[in-house]
Structures are given as C-alpha cells and as structure tokens.
C-alpha cells in the first residue's frame, strides 16, 4: 500500500486529496497545526501536529515514512499590504522549506508541489502577477537545490482557478451561485478577461497523475506542468453558471475597474500541460455537480 503525505489537507484541494487517496486505498497522513482540525478528515486517515518548525516536520514524516509528499499548504493572498509580506514569506517559504530539509533528514525523496499560473503573467517566462505568486517561485528555486544536491525528485503543478463541493472560500462561482440564489446584485468589471477554471475532482486527479509520473521515473525529476480547464470570458462564465441553474445572475459590468495587474489573458499551457492527463468535467458538468451536492446537504 502506498503511503501519502499531505500538508494543508484543512484547505479545499487538500481536503480533496487526502479523500481521494484514502478512497484508493494509500496510508494517508496529514499535518494540522491544531487537534480541532481533525474535525475536516474522515476516520482512516491519520493526523499529525505541527508548529511549523522544523523538529515537528522531521517527528511527524519519521512517523509516517510517505512514498509521496503532497505539499498543497500555501497563504493566498491576491494583493497584500505591507504587514502581510512577513507572513507569506513564512508560509510559502519558510515552512516548504523546513518541509524540504525534513524530507532530506528522513530519506523521503518525492515531492508533488503546488504552484500557480499567476507566476506567469501573460507569458511562459517567469512575471509575476503579485507577491504571492513570487513566493511561489522562489519555492521553486529552493526544490532545485534540494534536488541536486539531495536526490529530490519533485513535480510542480501550476494551477489556474478552482472549484467544487466543499469549497468554502469566497471565489468567483461560489459568489455567482449564492447570487443566483438570492438575487443580489454584482459589481463586477467589464468581464472581458479570460478565466481558466477546473472542477476538483479534475484537479485531485492531476495530482495521483503527478505522483504517477515520479513513481515512475527511472531517475529523480525537476518538472512543472499546469493543469489546464475549460477557458471562458468573465462575461461568458457568468452566463453559463446563470443558465445552468436557470436562474438570472445580475451582474453589472463595469461597474468596478479592473484590478491592478488583472490577468486577461492567462498564459497557455502550451506543451507543458501535465501529460497523461487531461480534464474530464467542463464548467456546466460541474456546477451541476456543486449544486447537487449542495442541495444534498441541505435535505
């Protein structure tokens, strides 16, 4: 049996993961920085607690000795204030880190990471769109040294937008579903930017791919691949979550600018899309399926 690692399982894809890998039958293991989170995992999967520090990373993988770590745990942040740089430094820097050097202590040498599309800005070279997405990449800098000088073979995968059931953070179709219940109205920008976005059982199964493609490597792997869904305008989007509900969102368009640095066209996957994967549900398949499962819980 397989054995799993996987951190930031109390967030929606990693939540996903550690489901999705118990369901195939791997030893699954997760990491909480507090007991109350075992509240967000069904029983079979086994919890351990960190601080973040580097002794309690090394305690929790020499206990569970993964095949695979799954290194989803990340600080979002679309646009931060000065006081915030600290914290995602800590988050997507620091703690992978301490992560990696854990890895290194105790002989586990693959890794799936979790990158984003925003550390493209309208182009395959490295741009950017905000601190966070820098974040991302200056993560990606410290793997390449863990693997050449530790064996380390790892997968990136650089995601564009998400969703599915059990998504509880205030993202775009979670927003025009609620709207589409209540009536309300939304200030939106003129709508005309492209939206890349992919149901999450898609998503969990780029990541089984990815620890695939480790698996089997005849030798440690340095790669990163985006996971690409249906693209759509704003506009467009809007619509189709509209008419698969069959209801009327009533959205204003122009009412609000586009953001600083809004990205209108996300950069294409081209031949780096992850290979031997491709995804299985477009965006009315999976609203439909959110608002099953939606609707099933309030029965």
């Not at 002989?107 to 974040?135: E, F, I, M």
Request: aromatic letters at 8%; a negative charge; charged letters at 20%.
């Amino acid at each position: 049996m397989e054995k799993v690692f996987i951190t930031g399982a109390t967030g929606f894809i990693g939540n996903a993961v550690a489901r999705f890998c118990l369901a195939q039958g791997s030893e699954t293991h997760v990491l909480m920085r507090s007991p109350e989170s075992k509240q967000h995992f069904p029983p079979g999967i086994t919890a351990h607690l960190t601080d973040g520090s580097l002794d309690s990373l090394r305690l929790a993988l020499e206990r569970a000795r993964p095949d695979t770590v799954f290194h989803i745990a990340s600080l979002f942040l679309a646009n931060h204030e000065p006081a915030q740089a600290g914290p995602l430094v800590a988050s997507n820097i620091l703690f992978g880190t301490h992560l990696l050097e854990a890895m290194a202590l105790t002989g586990c040498t693959k890794l799936v990471n979790t990158g984003t599309s925003w550390q493209h800005l309208a182009t395959p070279d490295y741009r950017p769109v905000n601190l966070y997405a820098a974040t991302k990449q200056a993560f990606e800098d410290i793997v390449c040294y863990y693997h050449q000088v530790f064996g380390l073979s790892c997968v990136t995968l650089k995601l564009f937008d998400t969703f599915g059931p059990g998504d509880t953070r205030r993202k775009l179709v979670n927003i025009l579903m609620e709207a589409a219940q209540t009536g309300a109205v939304l200030e939106m920008s003129p709508g005309e930017q492209i939206i890349d976005i992919c149901y999450i059982d898609d998503i969990v199964t780029a990541y089984a791919q990815a620890a695939r493609l480790l698996n089997t490597a005849d030798e440690p792997v340095l790669d990163d691949y985006f996971v690409s869904g249906e693209r759509l305008t704003l506009r467009r989007l809007v619509e189709v979550v509209g008419s698969t509900l069959g209801r009327e969102i009533n959205a204003r368009f122009g009412a609000r600018p586009y953001r600083e640095r809004e990205v209108m066209q996300p950069v294409a996957p081209g031949e780096r899309l992850l290979p031997g994967w491709k995804p299985r549900y477009g965006l009315s398949d999976g609203i439909r399926l959110l608002a099953g499962a939606s609707a099933a819980r309030e029965r």
